[in-house]
């Protein structure tokens, strides 16, 4: 048989030696959604669907059964799809993979011969890696450090090294077989409590009088060791110094001293490790002991002596974070004080500097010109944090006429809760304002004080007029308060009344910053 197809373009013939085909019916597919390729079948290539993949449905059984292996186009991952019978309960799950392999198509990591494996992280939880515990089938090895929460049980006994840094000594009640075993020869008595000892083995480097003392089971230590050790046999109690069959550890490395009966040394001794629990004796031969008592009063507050007993109170505390010791309560100062053991007053040289913690001066060491409209910056103060501070610029300026005035403004780079500013200074007015600058009084009388206010930061609504003198030193004084809620820089700007017409901040204007709380 032959099929063919004939257009425009091309002809293309399939020649079939022997077809046959079995089927209660025919299905039809669009190539927009199904894709023959030469060596890839593409599903879902262009409709917009979720789920594409393998669906199979158990014809033979009654009732069918129906299994589906489907890429969720929506989590990017395989589903494998499950219904036993029509109308029951549909169960599904992720395909699990082995490890990824990133742009290495060909060479893909496999899983390590008798590795257990784990769930790899940093996926979408559909990929195993191998983990570091081995299980040859006769022996299972944990090849990294191990945490045991809750009880850690062994029925048959541990053969072979405990080696390593022991937190918190074990102690077994009832055992078969504990070992003493010292790696130095026995220098004195050892007395103790051995009322289950059943048997006892010495075979140890031991001096000619040394005694070994066991609520009244005494014997004289006399012998050189080979290989063995000092090997006692008990049921209910167990003693172990550095062992590889290991209960009770008294000498381990940074190990804990833990025990329900009693532990009575006769003679010198040394202990290392913490100890917990109550002490009974003179304690004349003891050293390396340090006593930490517990702090007095509430958190954060100063100890010192109340009549021989350490003690504290809230009304004296010292906060670390803030670098702050805090009095509730008067301070009674006998004697004289020295205004330098304040550190939280900070002087600043020159235009910019960090402000100290509560009281700042600063003065500016070079001029700074604007022949402008437009403010510019004549000195920083950074870092004023969060609290509610006064300020005070004492200004020294000129203008290069005596018709061009100057404008004064204050800035904060950061929000403020509110903030209110002054700019005054002495006028040529005797009885009515004039707006000009006035240095020396013509007037017996004097010269009336003008001003400028503002309650909008970084803002000059309005300037002087002029100077009484040109290229000659004027005095102004800006002072106002800021209650600052984020911290950032705080900035003395100016401007020249006249556009093209200089007017100057001298050398030697001055900041006194001061903040309440």
């Known amino acids: 048989m032959s099929i063919f197809h004939t257009d425009t373009a091309s002809i293309e013939i399939l020649s079939v030696t022997n077809l046959t085909v079995q089927t209660s019916s025919i299905q039809y597919f669009t190539s927009s959604q199904f894709d023959v390729g030469t060596n890839f079948i593409t599903l879902n290539t262009t409709a917009p669907l979720r789920y594409g993949g393998i669906a199979v449905a158990d014809s033979g059984s009654s009732p069918i059964v129906s299994g589906s292996l489907l890429f969720d186009s929506q989590n990017n991952q395989w589903i494998y799809i499950h219904q036993t019978t029509p109308g029951s309960a549909i169960t599904s799950s992720v395909l699990i993979m082995g490890p990824q392999t990133f742009n290495n198509v060909g060479n893909e990591i496999t899983i390590t011969a008798n590795r257990l494996t784990k769930g790899q992280a940093g996926d979408l939880g559909e990929h195993i890696t191998s983990s570091n515990v081995t299980d040859t089938g006769t022996l299972v090895s944990i090849n990294s450090n191990t945490e045991v929460t809750g009880s850690f049980i062994v029925t048959s006994g541990i053969t072979g090294s405990l080696l390593g840094t022991a937190q918190t000594a074990s102690y077994v009640q009832t055992a078969q077989t504990a070992s003493y075993i010292s790696g130095t020869n026995v220098d004195g008595n050892i007395t103790g409590n051995a009322?289950?000892?059943?048997?006892?083995?010495?075979?140890?480097?031991?001096?000619?009088?040394?005694?070994?003392?066991f609520a009244g089971i005494t014997a004289s230590l006399q012998g050189t060791a080979t290989t063995a050790s000092y090997v006692?046999?008990?049921?209910?109690?167990?003693?172990?110094?550095?062992?590889q069959t290991a209960s009770y550890v008294l000498q381990a490395v940074s190990s804990s001293f833990a025990s329900t009966a009693s532990f009575?040394?006769?003679?010198?001794?040394?202990?290392?490790?913490?100890?917990?629990?109550?002490?009974?004796g003179n304690g004349s031969a003891l050293t390396g002991i340090s006593a930490v008592a517990a702090p007095a009063g509430p958190n954060k507050s100063v100890q010192f002596n109340d009549n021989g007993t350490t003690s504290g109170s809230s009304n004296l505390t010292f906060d670390?974070?803030?670098?702050?010791?805090?009095?509730t309560g008067s301070l009674l100062i006998t004697g004289s004080v020295n205004a330098t053991i304040f550190t939280n007053t900070l002087k600043i040289s020159g235009s910019s500097g960090a402000a100290g913690d509560y009281i700042t001066t600063q003065f500016l060491g070079a001029d700074v010109s604007n022949s402008t409209t437009g403010l510019v910056t004549a000195m920083t103060t950074t870092g004023v944090g969060p609290g509610l501070y006064q300020f005070k610029y004492v200004?020294?300026?000129?203008?290069?006429a005596t018709t061009t005035g100057i404008g004064l403004a204050v800035d904060h780079t950061q929000a403020s809760n509110y903030f209110v500013s002054s700019f005054w200074f002495v006028s040529t007015g005797g009885t009515a304002?004039?707006?000009?600058?006035?240095?020396?009084s013509a007037t017996t009388a004097g010269q009336m004080v003008e001003g400028k206010s503002e309650r909008v930061k970084g803002t000059v609504t309005t300037t002087t007029a002029g100077v009484d003198t040109q290229n000659a030193d004027m005095l102004a004084v800006m002072e106002g308060l800021i209650d600052v809620s984020t911290s950032g820089d705080l900035i003395?700007?100016?401007?020249?009344?006249?556009?093209?017409?200089?007017?100057?901040?001298?050398?030697?204007?001055?900041l006194i910053l001061t903040k309440m709380w």
């Open 195 to 213: 009322n289950n000892i059943t048997a006892y083995t010495i075979n140890q480097n031991l001096g000619t009088t040394n005694q070994v003392t």
């Open 492 to 510: 003395l700007e100016f401007r020249s009344e006249v556009a093209a017409s200089q007017v100057t901040i001298k050398s030697g204007t001055s």
């Open 232 to 243: 006692v046999t008990a049921q209910t109690a167990s003693y172990v110094q550095t062992a």
């Open 264 to 280: 009575a040394l006769s003679g010198n001794g040394s202990f290392s490790g913490s100890f917990s629990g109550s002490y009974v």
């Open 433 to 440: 304002a004039t707006g000009v600058a006035d240095q020396v």
């Open 320 to 327: 670390k974070t803030t670098n702050q010791l805090i009095l």
């Open 395 to 400: 200004v020294r300026y000129q203008s290069a």
